[in-house]
């Protein structure tokens, strides 16, 4: 007797698994920063994704299991960075104001990557103290540590001007952390800035703010 033919599911066909995790969870991400983690929605997330809501189950179990996936996705993309932050810190031989600059450049790559991430961070920390000392630990707190050596070593030069590194670093990333659609904000404000050129311009205007002479004497050279 011929093998009867396994029937499909009906509606949409799943995404292959390891697919249909990626989708969600930037579609997660999404979510959670523009609903925050109560109201963001899993079958919204799902139809965002492509994918059936049955999958959110299948891979993370639960909506904190979605969530805590977001958070470990954040952080497992941001660790290319934190190494290389660390080398441009120590063991870049070239001018510190050159280091400083690939930094900012650096921060802004991984904004672009993620443009969720800065509103995924603060509304889960108003939202939550639990979550909030989770989103520390494992995406602020690494990325300040990483970033502080750089920051102190600027001041110390006189390149940068602040009065703590922690509050240059809050900063900075305030800064480069536009919203998606900075580009045609910005274009609606000036039609000077082409929405292509804005980010751009954006890191040029941060480092001209930012970054001054390295100062004289006492130790300092030009050429830190």
Same mark, same amino acid.
């Given at each position: 007797m011929a093998e009867r033919p396994q029937s499909r599911p009906r509606g949409r066909p799943p995404k292959d698994q390891s697919g249909g995790r990626e989708a969600l969870l930037l579609a997660a991400i999404s979510?959670?920063? @523009?609903?925050?983690?109560?109201? &963001?929605?899993? @079958?919204g997330i799902a139809a965002a994704a492509g994918v059936s809501p049955n999958l959110i189950r299948v891979h993370f179990g639960s909506k904190a299991g979605l969530w805590m996936a977001c958070v470990d996705k954040l952080a497992e993309a941001m660790t290319p960075a934190l190494e290389v932050a660390a080398e441009l810190a120590e063991g870049d031989p070239r001018p510190l104001t050159e280091r400083l600059?690939? &930094?900012?450049?650096?921060?802004?790559?991984?904004?672009? /990557?993620?443009?969720?991430v800065r509103d995924f961070v603060l509304r889960i920390s108003a939202d939550d103290d639990e979550r909030a000392a989770i989103v520390t630990e494992k995406i602020l707190r690494p990325a300040y540590e990483a970033s502080r050596p750089l920051i102190a070593a600027g001041m110390e030069a006189g390149i940068i001007r602040g009065a703590h590194p922690a509050l240059v670093y809050v900063l900075l990333n305030?800064?480069?952390?536009?919203?998606?659609?900075?580009?045609?904000?910005?274009? @609606?404000?000036? /039609?000077?800035?082409?929405?292509?050129?804005?980010?751009?311009?954006?890191?040029?205007?941060?480092? &001209?703010?930012?970054?001054?002479?390295?100062?004289?004497?006492?130790?300092?050279?030009?050429t830190v």
């Amino acid at each position: 007797m011929a093998e009867r033919p396994q029937s499909r599911p009906r509606g949409r066909p799943p995404k292959d698994q390891s697919g249909g995790r990626e989708a969600l969870l930037l579609a997660a991400i999404s979510a959670f920063a @523009r609903h925050g983690f109560v109201a &963001a929605d899993l @079958r919204g997330i799902a139809a965002a994704a492509g994918v059936s809501p049955n999958l959110i189950r299948v891979h993370f179990g639960s909506k904190a299991g979605l969530w805590m996936a977001c958070v470990d996705k954040l952080a497992e993309a941001m660790t290319p960075a934190l190494e290389v932050a660390a080398e441009l810190a120590e063991g870049d031989p070239r001018p510190l104001t050159e280091r400083l600059r690939d &930094a900012v450049t650096l921060t802004s790559d991984y904004y672009d /990557a993620f443009p969720d991430v800065r509103d995924f961070v603060l509304r889960i920390s108003a939202d939550d103290d639990e979550r909030a000392a989770i989103v520390t630990e494992k995406i602020l707190r690494p990325a300040y540590e990483a970033s502080r050596p750089l920051i102190a070593a600027g001041m110390e030069a006189g390149i940068i001007r602040g009065a703590h590194p922690a509050l240059v670093y809050v900063l900075l990333n305030s800064m480069l952390s536009q919203p998606p659609r900075f580009p045609e904000f910005i274009g @609606r404000i000036d /039609a000077g800035i082409a929405p292509a050129q804005a980010r751009s311009m954006l890191i040029e205007t941060i480092i &001209a703010t930012f970054f001054h002479q390295p100062l004289t004497g006492a130790g300092h050279a030009l050429t830190v």
